[in-house]
């Protein structure tokens, strides 16, 4: 059973443009819900994270928008550059943090020049 | 500050051997976690401890996985006999807090490859 859905698997964006990954859970017991970012032969990064008693969080020029009610939350990368090419997951952990992470199946995430 | 350390970082055997995985968690950390990263299943959570007591091991595919955290600063993962399907790679994390809190910081992995 997949408790995290990730989309899309893959995408490509201009340089400057906006990169959108979407992703969706079905526990909802889960009540934190982060963004790694991975290069290859690197280990994931914590990117963002955000709680579902907000509904967006932003830093520079990663954003996070969560629909509760929904049980949708998505990342969107503003102006984006070459450098964001990797592969990005969305994760989601319950107990207050207190157990492991559920990880989406990763989007390849590729920043055209 | 050193992260989390894994050694080896690539290992190829064949299908019956013995393998252990070595991960060295960021000094302080109570909470270290084992993942397994493959294409067909993305990342998974294995087994976490919290004060090297195993917690959740719920994820350890078969008997055939052990893990085990003889210290704060130790811990490993062994595959006996090891399958060809056991080929992935492999992910140590630890975390100061638990992760609500705190990120969990993961090492660069081993890259398991069983023939």
């Known amino acids: 059973q997949q408790q995290v859905k990730q989309s899309p698997q893959s995408l490509i964006v201009q340089k400057g443009g906006i990169s959108i990954i979407n992703c969706a859970y079905e526990n909802t017991a889960f009540d934190y819900f982060p963004w790694y970012q991975q290069f290859p032969g690197k280990g994931p990064a914590l990117l963002i994270a955000i709680r579902p008693d907000v509904s967006e969080k932003k830093e520079g020029r990663f954003t996070i928008s969560f629909n509760k009610s929904a049980k949708q939350f998505s990342l969107h990368i503003m102006d984006s550059q070459p450098g964001d090419s990797a592969t990005y997951f969305c994760?989601?952990?319950?107990?207050?943090?207190?157990?492991?992470?559920?990880f989406g199946k990763g989007t390849h995430l590729i920043i055209q020049p | 500050d050193a992260g989390v350390i894994q050694s080896p970082r690539h290992e190829v055997t064949e299908m019956g051997q013995e393998v252990t995985l070595r991960c060295k968690p960021i000094?302080?950390?109570?909470?270290l976690f084992w993942y397994r990263q493959t294409m067909m299943r993305g990342l998974e959570l294995l087994i976490y401890f919290n004060n090297n007591v195993p917690i959740d091991d719920s994820g350890m595919p078969e008997d055939r996985f052990s893990a085990k955290m003889p210290n704060a600063s130790f811990s490993t993962l062994k595959i006996q006999p090891s399958e060809p399907r056991d080929s992935a790679v492999y992910f140590c994390?630890?975390?100061?807090?638990?992760?609500?809190?705190?990120?969990?910081?993961f090492g660069d992995g081993t890259r398991l490859s069983i023939l």
């Open positions: 994760a989601a952990q319950r107990g207050g943090g207190a157990d492991g992470l559920t």
């Open positions: 000094s302080g950390h109570d909470y």
């Open positions: 994390a630890s975390s100061l807090l638990p992760s609500g809190s705190q990120p969990q910081h």
